[in-house]
């Protein structure tokens, strides 16, 4: 049974930074390529980050460039998402993804930027 757990999320005030996690089970994490994604309310899911499994090739969002990070730990099975300098537009729930033949997603964690 694959499982991808989020964690990390909470509130946070504009300018201030959250790590989110992901960690991966019943998958060969090292084989898929894994993504975050956000939907926002009353908004379309879309794609904040994704790195590659082999090569760890990364793509960014142009709205996360220079801000977010995506890095991942093969070891850990775990992927993660840096966010500094958060903006309230940045409000979302995330979305962990891992995509080869299937794609699995995770169950999402809440991130608020408000002051």
């Known amino acids: 049974q694959v499982q991808l757990v989020e964690s990390g999320g909470g509130l946070v005030q504009p300018g201030g930074s959250l790590r989110l996690s992901c960690a991966a089970s019943?998958?060969?994490?090292?084989?898929?390529?894994m993504s975050w994604y956000r939907q926002a309310p009353g908004k379309e899911r879309e794609l904040v980050a994704r790195?590659?499994?082999?090569?760890?090739?990364?793509n960014y969002a142009d709205f996360v460039k220079g801000r977010f990070t995506i890095s991942r730990d093969n070891a850990k099975n775990t992927v993660y998402l840096q966010m500094n300098s958060l903006k309230p537009e940045d409000t979302a729930v995330y979305y962990c993804?891992?995509?080869?033949?299937?794609?699995?997603w995770g169950q999402g964690t809440q991130v608020t930027v408000s002051s």
């Open positions: 993804n891992a995509q080869r033949w299937n794609a699995y």
């Open positions: 019943g998958i060969t994490f090292s084989n898929y390529a």
């Open positions: 790195i590659s499994s082999a090569v760890g090739r990364i």
